[in-house]
């Protein structure tokens, strides 16, 4: 019933910056969680960063925290990533996801989410 479509990956420099994008269609997610994961090769997908459907709640993992920022546009019915200070630890494919179960806690595994987009490539070069 939603479509997610992530944009913005690319190749940059330790220390650059990048701003993910995620944009939905077929339905509203203005009531959804969102969720960004990242996956790297011959790794698991890990959670990255969360905001819940009313936006005032956000959690990172640990790695990212400080570096990273997750925001919604519900006018726009998109939701960001700005990865800032960025690493070559953080290299992967990133993936935007959507919880539409009205959940009170964010989750931070890949069964809480119902929705996922495609992937965008993040490289980041030494």
């Known amino acids: 019933q939603v479509q997610l479509v992530e944009s913005g990956g690319g190749l940059v420099q330790t220390g650059g910056s990048l701003r993910l994008s995620c944009a939905a269609s077929?339905?509203?997610?203005?009531?959804?969680?969102m969720g960004w994961f990242r996956q790297a090769p011959g790794k698991q997908r890990e959670f990255v960063a969360g905001?819940?459907?009313?936006?005032?709640?956000?959690v990172y993992t640990d790695s990212v925290k400080g570096r990273f920022t997750i925001s919604r546009d519900n006018a726009e019915n998109t939701v960001y990533l700005q990865m800032n200070s960025l690493k070559p630890e953080d290299t992967a494919v990133y993936y935007c996801a959507a919880d539409a179960n009205l959940r009170v806690i964010i989750g931070r595994t890949m069964g809480t989410y119902d929705y996922w987009g495609q992937g965008t490539q993040v490289t980041v070069s030494s």
């Open positions: 905001i819940r459907w009313g936006g005032n709640t956000i």
């Open positions: 077929g339905r509203t997610i203005s009531s959804y969680t």
